[in-house]
């Protein structure tokens, strides 16, 4: 008779232990999917954001190259000899 009741005390706290793993797993499965979710998330901000930046970076580098063509067309040539440098020092003639 001791076994027969130690057999469903043993049978309760089985079942008991099974149904504490069951809500344990159902926790873990819920945190676990809010984990990807989160994780989902920030790698399409990321996305975004290394998007934005390198349209940043390509319409910096089209505004260089545009202003590099207006400099060349704008761009002038001085040429200044040894002697006008040289009377230019005497002269005291300063050319900004």
């Not at 809010?34 to 954001?49: G, P």
Request: include cysteine; aromatic fraction near 2%; charged fraction near 35%.
């Amino acid at each position: 008779m001791a076994d027969q009741k130690d057999i469903e005390q043993n049978s309760e706290q089985t079942l008991l232990t099974l149904e504490q793993l069951s809500q344990t797993l159902e926790v873990m499965t819920c945190v676990v999917d809010r984990l990807k979710s989160h994780l989902t998330r920030q790698m399409s901000l990321n996305a975004e954001l290394f998007q934005d930046e390198e349209r940043l970076r390509q319409a910096e580098a089209e505004e260089r190259a545009e202003k590099s063509k207006q400099l060349k067309k704008e761009s002038v040539v001085v040429e200044i000899t040894q002697r006008e440098l040289e009377e230019g020092i005497k002269g005291k003639k300063v050319v900004h």
